[in-house]
Nanobody
Framework: QVQLVESGGGLVQAGGSLRLSCACS????????MGWYRQAPGKQREFVAS???????GYVESVKGRFTISRDGVKDSVYLQMNSLKSEDTAVYYC?????????????WGQGTQVTVSS
């Protein structure tokens, strides 16, 4: 089992920055992939960014150049630095961890943190 706890959400003006944190209950060295998803009101949850155990990152096109995902193996945490925020970034942001054990894949989710960008 993996517990994920997000923090760092809040209200920010357009053009501002926020840094989200996700603390993992286990060593992230044991986790294959970690990432961030978001869900805006009335919309489906969508992928935002991911980082593999080897450090390879991926981003949805709409946040490339503005968001940066990183991980800290000492603190067992993953971060999402969000710059140049836009009103369309408003959503609940969820931390995700993927663990592969043999042929099985386990997905874990945090409780979410609200990000509101005012225009």
């Amino acid at each position: 089992q993996v517990q994920l706890v997000e923090s760092g959400g809040g209200l920010v003006q357009a053009g501002g920055s926020l840094r989200l944190s996700c603390a993992c209950s286990r060593s992230i060295g044991d986790i294959n992939d970690m990432g961030w998803y978001r869900q805006a009101p009335g919309k489906q949850r969508e992928f935002v960014a991911s980082i593999t155990s080897g450090g390879t990152t991926g981003y949805v096109e709409s946040v490339k150049g503005r968001f940066t995902i990183s991980r800290d193996g000492v603190k067992d945490s993953v971060y999402l630095q969000m710059n140049s925020l836009k009103s369309e970034d408003t959503a609940v942001y969820y931390c995700n961890a993927v663990e592969s054990v043999g042929i099985y894949r386990y997905d874990y989710w945090g409780q979410g943190t609200q990000v509101t960008v005012s225009s």
